[in-house]
Every structure is written in C-alpha cells, then in structure tokens.
C-alpha cells in the first residue's frame, strides 16, 4: 500500500511516501511455495536455502510518482524437522517525484528475522496438510536518519523504520501432487521511532496452483497460480497525532507461474489491484512485478 | 547359471541375529527401497534425499516424487544401515513407510533353523516361519555355498532386534 499526505516535510510540496510501501518492501513472507504467499512445507532438519526475489512497484497519479524496486533476500535453515528460522534481508532502492522533484535512497532496510513452527500435520502417500505458527521481529538495520538536498527525508522514504517491530502469524498448506492451497494470515505491530509510527498491519494471503506439466512427474513440475493478497493497515502516527491520510485496506489478485525441480524454483507474479480503500489523499499502487527464484543446499 | 525363482509372498520370514548382535549393523543390504509420506514436490525431495544420504552404507539416493519413493544404493563392498532409514525421513520433515531391501548372502541349516550367511561375516539372519514353498526353495540352497539375492519387505519388531522379509523373489549369483 501507498499513501502520500502533506505533512511536515512538505514546505517544498513533497509528499510523504506511505508506511504501506515500505510494509510492502520488508514484510516479506520467508517461504513461498508460492510466490507472494507463504506456506507450511517443511524444511528438513539441517537443510538450508537461499530464496531471492526483485520486486518492482509503482503507483502515480497526475502529480506524483513512485517507483520501488526491491531485493529481499531469504536465508532459511531447519534447525528440526519441523522448526525452521529465517532471515529477510531486502536492499531497496526507492524514489519519489513529486512538484518537479526526485527524492529517494538506495540500500539495506530493515532485516526480518522470523521462525515457523509445525504444530499439524497429516500425511499420506502423495499428500500433506500441514499447520504452522510464525513469530517475527524486524529489526532496524535500515538508515532512518537519510538526508538529501533538501534535508532529512520523510520517514516513509527511509530504507528503515528505526523502530523494532514484532509480528505473529499463521499458516495452512493442503499440498498434492497434482494443485496446492495455501492460507497465511499475518499481524505486525509497528512501534515508534523518531516521533513516527506506521500504524499496524494485517494480513490475508490466498494461493492456489496447478501443475501444468510435465504430466508423467519427471525432473521438474511447471505450476500457474492465482493468488490474492488482502491488507489493511491503522493510520500512522506522527508525533502523537494521527496521519488521516494514512491507512486503508488493499486487496491484489495475483497470477502466477512456477517452475520447480528438486534444486531450485523460478517464478514470476503481476499484482494487480482491484480493491484500493486508502485513507485522504493516499497515492494508490498501480501494479506490482515480482519475479525470483530459490535454491537447496 | 543364473536361476530366478519366483516366490508367491504369502507369509513373513523372521530374520534374527544369532549371536544376539544387531543383525542390521551387519546386514549385507545392497538397495533398500522405502515409502515417504507427505512427498508431494521435487523441491521438497531435496531435503529427503540429504538425510538419506547420510544413512550408514548409503552411497546413492533416487527419489521418486510420483511414487513417493525413495530407493538407497550400498556402496562397493558396504551394507546399507537399514534401521537408520526411518529417522533420516522424519528429520527431512515426512513419514516413513514401508521399506524393501534387497539382501544378498548363503542360506544355511542349524539344526533345522535357515538362516542367510552375509557375504564376508559371522553372523547371519535367521530365516522363520516360513511358508512351506518357500522354504522348501530356500532349504534346496542350505549349504550349498551358493549366494542368492533376496528381495523383500522389511519391518523391523517392535522394541526387538528381529527383522521380517516377505521375500520378493530369490536370485541366484
């Protein structure tokens, strides 16, 4: 989500860049089997891998123009064979345009560190169900103190919150060998940081996805998906006071396509927004473009 | 001359060590098959596939993700470790199931009882409770000093140290 408003930093008539892009940019679900949606499949204990994904975003209206480009990286280990800890580390390089300007900053935001627990599962020959809590910190190794020409720039626009930010989660997978279901529902809390506070977000991730090909199941398994990415997130908070043009709930459909061996996966996704109830005067996404891969080791 | 004979699986064959040693520590296990549920993408096989590899006596590891199996090879002049199969697919994240082996070795007769001689070693397992045709077939190879290579499933007895074969088929070497 994006949402711009005209606050303190706007002598120059910039607009604040919303705390749902930068949710966007570093709340990264660890494990995707699917690729905007996190799943319960297991690691197993010992093994390792490394998920990465460049993800492009831009929102614009008559006046203002925003662009992301993001790179979180995913580091995942199975400490047993059914609690697995990862690692987001996301470079961003972000930009907004605003009343003839260009601000933005390239660099490390804040790392993720998360882990995931199976508490249910239940298995049959070519089958699995399986259920799994997630509980997560963010932590601010983002700059938040970034300046340019024009001085600080806006908290939204810094690579980091400042803040750490706890969040918890759950997530249900029914996998087959033939199509896979995925639920993962979400919710950080945001705290302050230099006088500034993203209010907290929610989250509702659907997947679904079919195998293509190859039908006789050897080497790799090509996948097309439909996902759906619902958020909402309260209104910010700066110095005490509450941001009206902040806030609001976002739902993305999201087709996607997967191609998965036993070594590593490619995938691609456009998220397309069909539900946009942004608080004010926010800045509205316009499409998301995620493509990326992982790998076993 | 190589003979194939057939056998009808119809009953279990108690494999036990005689000289209470752990017989699968000794077991002369050339390929060993087992069943993994949960198995349901290439991606996760990886992690399966890993921790079999680490299995005693393994040197090789195909799995199938259609048919949820996953087959481990011995390595020249080694024995694969069968009891360690289980945990290695629990600790990869899935549910272990049934397992067949391969074994190979010299039936012998003590005092009634036929037990497989493992190639190269003492102790041997013994062969029980038998259906009447197959231990006919087995007994006409008792002391023969003819190796013969048996297939069939393995599940190990609870809290023991016995193992069964349904035996799959025998094989001359």
Sequence with gaps: MQKFFQGRSSRLGLSFLSAAVIMSATSFDPVRAQVTTNNALPIGQGQKLIRVQAIYLKAADGSREFEELSFPFVLGYGVTNKLALFAIVPFLDRELEADGRRRGEFGLGDIQFLARYTVFQKNEKGRTFRVAPIVALKVPTGDDDETDGLGRLPQPLQLGSGSFDPSIGLVITRQTLKDSLSASLGYQFNTKANDFEFGDQATLDLAYKYRLFPKTLKSGFLFVGLESNLSWQDRNRVVGSVDANSGGTLLFLSPSVQYINQRFTLEGAIQIPVVQDLGGNALEPDIRLIIGGQINF | ?173
């Design chain 2, 1 to 173: 001359m190589r003979t194939r004979l057939r056998l009808i699986p119809t009953t279990f064959i108690m494999l036990t060590s005689l000289w209470g040693i752990p017989e699968t520590a000794n077991a002369q296990i050339v390929q060993a098959t087992t069943s993994i549920e949960g198995l349901t993408c290439p991606f996760c096989s990886f992690g399966a596939q890993k921790r079999l590899k680490k299995v005693g006596g393994v040197k090789d590891v195909k799995v199938d993700v259609n048919l949820g199996l996953a087959t481990l090879f011995a390595g020249q002049g080694q024995s694969i470790d069968v009891q360690q199969i289980p945990d290695a697919v629990k600790k990869a994240g899935f549910v272990p199931d049934d397992i067949r082996v391969v074994a190979i070795g010299m039936v012998q007769d003590n005092s009634g009882q036929l037990y497989l001689q493992l190639r190269g070693q003492e102790q041997g397992l013994l062969l029980a409770d038998a259906d009447p045709t197959t231990s006919e077939k087995l007994r006409g190879f008792a002391g023969s000093g003819v190796e013969i290579e048996v297939t069939g499933a393995w599940n190990s007895a609870s809290g023991g140290n016995s193992f069964q074969i349904t035996p799959g088929g025998i094989q001359l070497l």
